[in-house]
């Protein structure tokens, strides 16, 4: 799996943005059988969950953080997993990354180890 974030930029609080992670798969495999996780790692953080969606209509979870802010969805058809940022504040101004994992459960899907596939980030800038 080959994943390609996009749709990062500089957005003023308030704002919103809509990031992309379109993935490539090899033939035989569906990319509604990974589960996607948005992560973000701010200057001097370290990297964390955002959001994710489970395989196969699994479930939606979100870092309190962003509940109620963002909303993420996939759309199976194009190969991309979405992640709307609404009431951007700039403490959200990190890189975001999203991740594909075969084996990701409940109970691990926060974890970036749980995730197989990464790809590189954009970056989101929220200015005050």
């Known amino acids: 799996v080959q994943l390609q974030a996009s749709g990062g930029g500089l957005v003023q609080a308030g704002g919103s943005l809509r990031l992309s992670c379109a993935a490539s798969v090899a033939s035989g495999r569906s990319y509604s059988s990974y589960s996607v996780g948005w992560f973000r790692q701010a200057p001097g953080m370290e990297r964390s969950f955002v959001a994710a969606?489970?395989?196969?209509?699994?479930?939606?979870y979100y870092a309190d953080s962003v509940k109620g802010r963002f909303t993420i969805s996939r759309d199976n058809a194009r190969n991309t997993v979405n992640l709307q940022m609404n009431s951007l504040r700039p403490e959200d101004t990190a890189v975001y990354y999203c991740?594909?994992?075969?084996?990701?459960?409940?109970?691990?899907?926060?974890?970036?180890?749980?995730?197989?596939?990464w790809g590189l980030g954009t970056l989101v800038t929220v200015s005050s």
């Open positions: 969606i489970k395989r196969s209509g699994g479930g939606i």
């Open positions: 991740a594909a994992g075969a084996s990701v459960i409940s109970s691990n899907l926060a974890s970036q180890s749980a995730y197989d596939y």
